[in-house]
């Protein structure tokens, strides 16, 4: 596992049907090694801080895997990394092999797996189109939203070195499963409340459907 592209962005605004908007989502690839900081990496921020950022989701990584795909379903489009807001574009990091809760260090910084990503109206600002935010859901080609447990310095090249593997085995492809109700398995919603790293809001959400069954 190996960090390809390291990409930051400062929120800029943009006009979107006719209406003006900031977001941080437009991300460029940079060479220098930088810190990873509990919130954000330094030259990094979020727009919107009720919906993007925070302890949750401190840093989000998209795969260079996914892009082979992307590139067949838009082939019309230069993907260059960092086209998905990531802010780290990797190897080796599958929504289907990793879990929620597995910890990495990377360079000097230790990140702790919290969520998939779930995509909003601004992913169709950086596309310039609003029908790829559904096929982006549709494609469960998420991305993983990490915590920060450890600050630290990190950059281009950077192995990423699995340090804690969670033992609930609750992986993000699970998560966008249940949250897309593509699975109803009441034993696998039992274990991803039990999963002390997932984002709090998906904590509540699962708990609300295994109340509902119940009854």
């Given at each position: 596992m190996?960090?390809?592209?390291?990409?930051?962005?400062?929120?800029r605004e943009v006009t979107?049907?006719?209406?003006?908007?900031?977001?941080?989502?437009?991300?460029?690839?940079?060479?220098?090694?930088?810190n990873l900081h509990f919130f954000n990496l330094d030259g990094d921020r979020q727009a919107?801080?009720?919906v993007h950022g925070g302890r949750d989701?401190?840093?989000?990584?998209?795969?260079?895997?996914?892009?082979?795909?992307?590139?067949?379903?838009?082939p019309d489009m230069d993907l260059p990394w960092g086209m998905f807001g990531e802010n780290l574009t990797t190897t080796g990091l599958l929504e289907?092999?990793?879990?929620?809760?597995?910890?990495?260090?990377?360079?000097?910084?230790?990140?702790?797996?919290?969520?998939?990503?779930?995509?909003c109206y601004k992913l169709g600002i950086k596309f310039g189109r609003?029908?790829?935010?559904?096929?982006?859901?549709?494609?469960h080609l998420s991305g993983i939203y990490f915590s920060?447990?450890?600050?630290?310095?990190?950059?281009?090249?950077?192995?990423?070195?699995l340090i804690h593997r969670d033992?609930?085995?609750?992986?993000?492809?699970?998560?966008?499963?249940l949250y897309l109700r593509k699975n109803i398995d009441l034993e696998l919603l039992h274990r991803a409340v039990e999963v002390k790293a997932l984002a709090e809001n998906l904590r509540n959400y699962f708990q609300q459907q295994i109340d509902k069954k119940s009854v």
């Amino acid at each position: 596992m190996k960090l390809v592209s390291l990409n930051i962005g400062l929120p800029r605004e943009v006009t979107w049907q006719g209406k003006t908007v900031a977001t941080g989502i437009f991300k460029e690839p940079i060479s220098q090694r930088i810190n990873l900081h509990f919130f954000n990496l330094d030259g990094d921020r979020q727009a919107d801080l009720t919906v993007h950022g925070g302890r949750d989701k401190a840093v989000y990584a998209y795969p260079v895997e996914h892009y082979d795909y992307w590139r067949g379903e838009l082939p019309d489009m230069d993907l260059p990394w960092g086209m998905f807001g990531e802010n780290l574009t990797t190897t080796g990091l599958l929504e289907d092999t990793v879990n929620i809760g597995d910890r990495f260090r990377i360079g000097s910084a230790e990140i702790m797996v919290t969520q998939p990503r779930r995509p909003c109206y601004k992913l169709g600002i950086k596309f310039g189109r609003t029908d790829i935010v559904k096929r982006f859901q549709d494609s469960h080609l998420s991305g993983i939203y990490f915590s920060v447990v450890k600050e630290g310095e990190v950059g281009v090249g950077d192995g990423i070195e699995l340090i804690h593997r969670d033992e609930n085995n609750v992986t993000v492809a699970d998560i966008n499963r249940l949250y897309l109700r593509k699975n109803i398995d009441l034993e696998l919603l039992h274990r991803a409340v039990e999963v002390k790293a997932l984002a709090e809001n998906l904590r509540n959400y699962f708990q609300q459907q295994i109340d509902k069954k119940s009854v």
